[in-house]
C-alpha cells in the first residue's frame, strides 16, 4: 500500500488528489497561520483506541489549546459531552458539507467562514463524499484537512494511510504543537 | 344519425376503433364514406379532470422548483470527472466546465437523473412484461378487483394520469404514457440538453412520479389477476431464511422480480401434486409476490443472500427473471451443479434460448450435463422445465455445496499475510484480514460475527485481491454453515393495498399529529452494518405507535428479526394500516401502495379533487401529512426512482451511509427563517411554519441519527398542539436516549407551550428560556405553498 493509494481501492478521485502530509508540523503552521479554523469530528473517532489515546481526547486538546471551534455530528456528540467538552455545534455529516459550501456561513457571530478545516473519524466513504463536495461547491480558498486514519483524496491535505498507533502518536504531536507558542 | 348501442359503448371503450359511415347527413352537413379513426378513448369518472392530465416533463415544473427552494441539492460527486461523452472526459472540479459546458451540479443532477430513470425504466419494463402476460392468460377484458374495501384502487394512476382503470386493457394505457414519459426523460440526459440543475432535479422528480404510476400498475394488475392478497391486513405469515428450505427434498429457487414464472412453477407443482415434494423458494421480490400467491413457497432472504444461498448448495435448479439477479449467478450456479434457467429477455444471462425446444430435449440436455442451462420466455414451459429439473437434479446433486468446514478454513486461513488488501475492496470496511488470523489460529468465531453485516457482493474475492488467493466471503460463510441451516423466521406476505376504511379511520389522526407519523421501510439489503438495524429501527417506531409499512428487501430483513422474547415483529404486531401496526405492503412495486395511502388521506379524508390534480395533492401531503420514507440499505437505481416519487409529494427520505453514493441530498436550512414560511390558505398570510419537514433527503451517519432523525422530519406545519406535543414528545425522548441530551433546536417546533410534552415541561421551559424562543400566538396555519388555495375573501401575500 502506497501513502497516497486511497484507502477504498476503487475510489478513484480524478483530476486532482490530496497531498500526503507526514509533518505534522505543516497542519500546525496551517492551523497556527488561519483565521477561523474549525474542526469537524464524526462518530468513528470514538472508536476505542489502544493504550496510546482516544481521538476524542486528543481533539479535545487541540481545540482547547488552539481554541479552535469544534462541530460534531450527532452520534459524536456524546463522546465529547462525557469528556466534559461541549461542542460548538452539533449537525450531521451533509449538514455540515451544505454550510461550508455556503458563503454566508459563519460558525460564530462574527459573520466569517472558516478558511480551514479538519475532518476526522468519518465512515470512510461519506468522508470522501463529503470532501469531493466541498472541492467543488465550497468558496475557493478554504483548505480542507483530512487526519484521519486513512488517506483520503478530495482534500487539500490528507494524512497517509497508516496504522493505528502511527495515527494517533500524530494526532498527539499536533495537539503537542499546538498548544506549544 | 349514429345510434350507438350501450353494448357496443362498452366494447368502444376497451379498445382503440375504427368507424366507417357510410352515408352522414346532419343539418349542416352531408358526407359519404367517412372513416373515423379513434386512437385512445379515455373513460370518464365521476370527478371532473384537473389541470395536469398526464403531465409531461415541464408541467410540474414549477411546483418542483417551490420545493427545490425549500431543500436545495447538496451535491457529492463520485469523482472530478464527466465520462459521458467523446469530447471528454472532462475535469469539472472547481468550477470548470465540460466540453459541453456543462457544470458539475448539472452533471450530478444529471447522473441522478440517469439513475431515477433507469429505475422506472426498470418498473415500468417490469409491468409492461407483466401486464403483457396477465392480458394473455386472463385476458384484456379482466376485471380489476383489488378488495371490497377498496374503492379508490389506484390513487396514483387517477392522480397522475385522470385513469380510473376497470380493466387490465386500461393499465396499457397507463404503461403507454410511463413509456412515453421515460423516453423523454432519458432524453434530457444527452448531451447538450437540460443544463440547469434545477430543472435536471425537476426531472429527477417527474421520473419518480412516473415510476410510482407504473408500480401501481404491476401491482393492481398482478393482484387482480393472481388473486393476491387484497388489502388483507391478516395475509398469511410465512417462512424465511435459508433453514426453511428442506434439504431432504429437491428444491427450486427462484431470484428477482416478475411473478410469472413462479406463478406456472406452483401451477405446474400443483397440477402433479408435488406441492409438498418439492420445495419453492425465492430471493428478492419475486419471493415476496411468489408467497402472495402461494403461502407454502418459502423467502430465503433479501438479496445479499443469493450468493451465500447458492453456495450453500440448497437450489437444485435456479430459476431467474429480471432484476437484481446477481450477473455472474451462471458461475456461482456452475459452483454447485445447479441448472439456471432464465425466464426473462432482459436478463438472458449468454443461456440458449430455447424458448420453442420441446420440454424433453431441454430438461434431456441439461440433465446430461450438456447444458448449463436455458432460456425460456415462455412462463408456462419454464415452469415445466423447472420442476422436472429439480426432481431429476436432486439425487444427481445431492444439496453439493461450495462451502468449506472448519477445519479447511482454519487451515486456508494460515497463509494470510495479513495485508488488508480484503478489506479494502471492502464496501463495509469489515475487519476481514483481522478475522482471518483468528482463524488461522482456530478461533473462527470473528469470522461469524461477520456474516450480519456483510452484503454478500464477494469483491474480497476478485481477481488478484488476494495475493495468497484466500476466499474471505466463502470463509465467512463457512464460519457460518451451521448458523445459515437454523436460520427460520417469519415474515407476513404482503397485503397490497390499504383500505379506504383504514384510511378514513387514521386519516384525521394521521394528519392531526395524532398517529405520531408514517413511517416507509423501503429499499434493499445494502446495510452499513448487520441486517438486523432494519429491524431494530421498525421494532422502536412500532413500539412508540407510528404506522410501519414496508416493502421489498426491507420487508424481509424486519422478519428476519426478533425481538428480546424472541417472537418475530410480523408475530407481535398486526398488519393493520393503523397506530403500532407493521404494514407489509408486498414487493418493490407494493411500494405505490405507500405513496398511495398518503395520496388517499388527501382524497377520501381531506376530500382534495384527486383527478389529475398533482400538484394540489402534493401540496397536501407535504404540508399535512406526517409521513417519512427510510431506506436504510438502498443499493438500486430503482431505490433512487422510488425515493423520487417521495419527494414529488413533499415526503422526505432517509438514508443509510451508503444512500450518500445516490450523490445528492436535499437539505433545508433550519437557521434559514424565510426557507419555512407557508400561506395561510384561509387568509393568504404568509407565516414562519418551523423546518417542518427539515429535509426532503437526507443520509444518517448511524442508526441512531437515523431514529433521531425519523420523528423530526414527520413533524408537519399542520400539526395540532396535541399532535405536535406526541411529536416532540419522540423526538426529545430519542434524542435523549441516544444522544445524552436534548436537542439543540427544539425551541424551533414548539410553538406555544401547548406544544410542550406534559412530562417534559419543566425541563423544555427551561432550555428555551436559555434560546431566544418566544412563544407564537397559537394560530396553526391552514398551510399550502400555492397562493391559488387561498380561499375567497383571503389574497395572497
Known amino acids: 500500500m502506497t501513502s497516497d493509494d486511497p484507502w477504498q481501492r476503487y475510489e478513484v478521485p480524478g483530476s486532482t488528489q490530496s497531498t500526503v502530509v507526514t509533518k505534522t508540523a505543516v497542519i500546525t503552521a496551517l492551523l497556527k497561520k488561519a483565521a477561523h479554523p474549525l474542526i469537524v469530528v464524526a462518530h468513528h473517532a470514538d472508536i476505542p483506541a489502544n493504550v496510546t489515546g482516544n481521538p476524542v481526547e486528543i481533539i479535545i486538546r487541540i481545540a482547547d489549546a488552539g481554541r479552535i471551534p469544534v462541530i460534531v455530528t450527532p452520534s459524536t456528540a456524546p463522546a465529547f459531552r462525557k469528556r466534559g467538552f461541549t461542542p460548538t455545534a452539533t449537525l450531521s455529516i451533509m449538514e455540515i458539507g451544505a454550510r461550508l459550501n455556503d458563503p454566508d456561513w459563519s460558525i460564530g457571530d462574527d459573520h466569517q467562514h472558516p478558511d480551514l478545516v479538519l475532518f476526522l473519524g468519518f465512515p470512510y466513504s461519506m468522508g470522501w463524499l463529503l470532501q469531493s463536495g466541498l472541492k467543488s461547491f465550497a468558496p475557493k480558498g478554504i483548505r480542507f484537512i483530512s487526519i484521519d486514519q486513512r488517506y483520503q483524496p478530495h482534500c487539500t491535505l490528507s494524512f497517509p494511510n497508516q496504522s493505528r498507533d502511527e495515527w494517533i502518536t500524530h494526532l498527539n504531536t499536533i495537539a503537542d504543537e499546538v498548544g506549544y507558542t | 344519425m349514429i345510434d350507438i348501442s350501450s353494448q357496443t359503448k362498452r366494447k368502444i371503450l376497451k379498445m382503440k376503433a375504427r368507424v366507417k359511415i357510410d352515408e352522414l347527413i346532419g343539418d349542416d352537413i352531408r358526407a359519404h364514406g367517412v372513416e373515423l379513426d379513434i386512437g385512445r378513448i379515455i373513460r370518464t369518472w365521476e370527478e371532473r379532470p384537473g389541470p395536469t392530465r398526464m403531465p409531461g416533463i415541464g408541467d410540474l415544473r414549477e411546483w418542483d422548483h417551490k420545493l427545490l427552494k425549500k431543500y436545495p441539492p447538496h451535491y457529492l460527486p463520485f469523482c472530478d470527472l464527466c465520462c459521458l461523452c467523446t469530447m471528454g472526459k472532462c475535469d469539472l472540479s472547481r468550477g470548470k466546465r465540460g466540453a459541453c459546458g456543462i457544470d458539475m451540479a448539472a452533471q450530478q443532477s444529471r447522473i441522478v437523473l440517469l439513475s431515477a430513470s433507469i429505475g422506472t425504466a426498470t418498473h415500468t419494463g417490469h409491468a409492461r412484461h407483466l401486464l403483457e402476460h396477465l392480458v394473455e392468460t386472463s385476458g384484456r377484458d379482466h376485471h380489476l378487483d383489488i378488495g371490497a374495501s377498496v374503492n379508490l384502487e389506484a390513487p396514483n394512476i387517477r392522480l397522475v394520469t385522470g385513469i380510473k382503470p376497470i380493466t387490465l386493457g386500461d393499465l396499457e394505457d397507463v404503461i403507454d404514457y410511463c413509456e412515453k414519459e421515460i423516453t423523454q426523460l432519458l432524453a434530457c440526459c444527452h448531451t447538450g440538453q437540460e443544463g440547469n440543475n434545477i430543472d435536471f432535479e425537476s426531472k429527477v422528480f417527474h421520473a419518480g412520479m412516473i415510476d410510482h404510476v407504473a408500480m401501481e400498475a404491476a401491482d393492481i394488475a398482478q393482484i387482480s389477476s393472481l388473486n393476491f392478497p387484497k388489502g388483507d391486513p391478516e395475509a398469511s405469515l410465512v417462512d424465511i431464511g435459508i433453514g426453511c428450505v428442506n434439504p431432504d427434498k429437491p428444491s427450486i429457487l427462484v431470484i428477482g422480480h416478475n411473478v410469472a414464472p413462479s406463478v406456472e412453477i406452483t401451477d405446474y407443482m400443483r397440477d402433479h401434486g408435488l406441492e409438498d415434494a418439492i420445495d419453492l423458494a425465492g430471493i428478492c421480490c419475486t419471493a415476496?409476490?411468489?408467497?402472495?400467491?402461494?403461502?407454502?413457497?418459502?423467502?430465503?432472504?433479501?438479496?445479499?443472500?443469493?450468493?451465500?444461498?447458492?453456495?450453500?448448495?440448497?437450489?437444485?435448479?435456479?430459476?431467474?427473471?429480471?432484476?437484481?439477479?446477481?450477473?455472474?449467478?451462471?458461475?456461482?450456479?456452475?459452483?454447485?451443479?445447479a441448472p439456471v434457467i432464465a425466464t426473462s429477455c432482459k436478463n438472458f444471462q449468454g443461456l440458449p434460448d430455447r424458448t420453442r425446444d420441446s420440454v424433453d430435449s431441454i430438461?434431456?440436455?441439461?440433465?446430461?450435463?450438456?447444458?448449463?442451462?436455458?432460456?425460456?420466455?415462455?412462463?408456462?414451459?419454464?415452469?415445466?422445465?423447472?420442476v422436472r429439473l429439480a426432481t431429476a437434479m436432486f439425487p444427481k446433486r445431492k444439496k453439493f455445496r461450495a462451502i468449506p468446514d472448519e477445519a479447511t478454513i482454519a487451515a486456508a486461513a494460515k497463509a494470510c499475510g495479513g495485508c488488508d488488501n480484503c478489506r479494502r475492496v471492502c464496501p463495509n470496511?469489515?475487519?476481514?484480514?483481522?478475522?482471518?488470523?483468528?482463524?488461522?489460529?482456530?478461533?473462527?468465531?470473528?469470522?461469524?460475527?461477520?456474516?450480519?453485516?456483510?452484503?454478500?457482493?464477494?469483491?474480497?474475492?476478485?481477481?488478484?485481491?488476494?495475493?495468497?488467493?484466500?476466499?474471505?466471503?466463502?470463509?465467512?460463510?463457512?464460519?457460518?454453515?451451521?448458523?445459515?441451516?437454523?436460520?427460520?423466521?417469519?415474515?407476513?406476505?404482503?397485503?397490497?393495498?390499504?383500505?379506504?376504511?383504514?384510511?378514513?379511520?387514521?386519516?384525521?389522526?394521521?394528519?392531526?399529529?395524532?398517529?405520531?407519523?408514517?413511517l416507509g421501510m423501503v429499499g434493499c439489503s445494502n446495510n452499513p452494518g448487520s441486517w438486523k438495524d432494519v429491524g431494530f429501527i421498525a421494532e422502536e417506531f412500532l413500539k412508540r405507535r407510528y404506522i410501519v409499512t414496508t416493502s421489498g428487501c426491507a420487508a424481509m430483513q424486519i422478519g428476519m428479526y426478533t425481538t428480546e422474547n424472541g417472537q418475530g415483529l410480523y408475530e407481535a404486531y398486526p398488519g393493520t394500516f393503523d397506530a403500532g401496526s407493521l404494514v407489509n405492503c408486498g414487493s418493490c412495486v407494493s411500494n405505490a401502495h405507500i405513496s398511495g395511502a398518503a395520496i388517499k388521506i388527501a382524497s377520501i379524508f381531506a376530500r382534495r379533487q384527486l383527478n389529475s390534480n398533482y400538484e394540489e395533492i402534493a401540496d397536501y401531503v407535504h404540508n399535512r401529512v406526517g409521513a417519512v420514507g427510510i431506506a436504510w440499505g438502498a443499493m438500486s437505481q430503482k431505490a433512487s426512482s422510488i425515493a423520487a416519487g417521495f419527494w414529488r409529494l413533499g415526503i422526505p427520505v432517509i438514508v443509510g451511509p451508503h444512500g450518500a453514493k445516490y450523490r445528492r441530498m436535499l437539505l433545508g436550512r433550519k437557521d434559514h427563517d424565510e426557507d419555512w414560511e407557508v400561506i395561510d390558505a384561509r387568509t393568504g398570510e404568509r407565516v414562519y411554519a418551523a423546518p417542518t419537514p427539515e429535509h426532503l433527503f437526507a443520509v444518517a451517519e448511524t442508526r441512531e441519527e437515523a431514529m433521531v432523525l425519523i420523528p423530526k422530519l414527520c413533524m408537519r406545519p399542520s400539526d395540532t398542539t396535541k399532535g405536535r406535543?406526541?411529536?416532540?414528545?419522540?423526538?426529545?425522548?430519542?434524542?435523549?436516549?441516544?444522544?445524552?441530551?436534548?436537542?439543540?433546536?427544539?425551541?424551533?417546533?414548539?410553538?406555544?407551550?401547548?406544544?410542550?410534552?406534559?412530562?417534559?415541561?419543566?425541563?423544555?421551559?427551561?432550555?428555551?428560556?436559555?434560546t431566544d424562543w418566544k412563544e407564537g400566538d397559537g394560530r396553526i396555519p391552514d398551510p399550502t405553498l400555492l397562493p391559488r388555495l387561498v380561499r375567497k375573501g383571503g389574497r395572497a401575500k
Open chain 2, 288 to 337: 415476496l409476490d411468489l408467497t402472495r400467491y402461494n403461502n407454502k413457497a418459502k423467502i430465503v432472504g433479501p438479496l445479499s443472500h443469493q450468493i451465500r444461498f447458492i453456495r450453500y448448495g440448497g437450489a437444485d435448479v435456479i430459476v431467474i427473471d429480471e432484476q437484481c439477479v446477481r450477473t455472474d449467478v451462471v458461475i456461482e450456479a456452475q459452483k454447485v451443479n
Open chain 2, 363 to 386: 430438461v434431456g440436455d441439461i440433465i446430461s450435463g450438456k447444458s448449463l442451462g436455458a432460456a425460456i420466455l415462455d412462463p408456462v414451459k419454464a415452469g415445466e422445465v423447472a
Open chain 2, 429 to 518: 470496511d469489515l475487519p476481514l484480514a483481522e478475522a482471518i488470523a483468528a482463524a488461522g489460529k482456530g478461533n473462527l468465531s470473528l469470522l461469524g460475527e461477520l456474516y450480519e453485516s456483510c452484503i454478500g457482493c464477494t469483491r474480497c474475492e476478485g481477481e488478484g485481491v488476494c495475493a495468497k488467493g484466500l476466499m474471505p466471503h466463502t470463509m465467512i460463510l463457512g464460519a457460518s454453515r451451521i448458523r445459515m441451516g437454523k436460520e427460520k423466521f417469519r415474515v407476513r406476505c404482503g397485503r397490497g393495498p390499504i383500505q379506504d376504511t383504514e384510511i378514513r379511520a387514521v386519516g384525521g389522526p394521521i394528519v392531526m399529529g395524532e398517529v405520531p407519523g408514517v
Open chain 2, 725 to 770: 406535543s406526541i411529536k416532540l414528545n419522540h423526538y426529545i425522548d430519542l434524542h435523549r436516549k441516544f444522544f445524552g441530551v436534548m436537542p439543540d433546536d427544539m425551541h424551533l417546533f414548539v410553538r406555544t407551550t401547548a406544544d410542550i410534552p406534559v412530562a417534559m415541561k419543566e425541563d423544555i421551559l427551561k432550555a428555551l428560556r436559555q
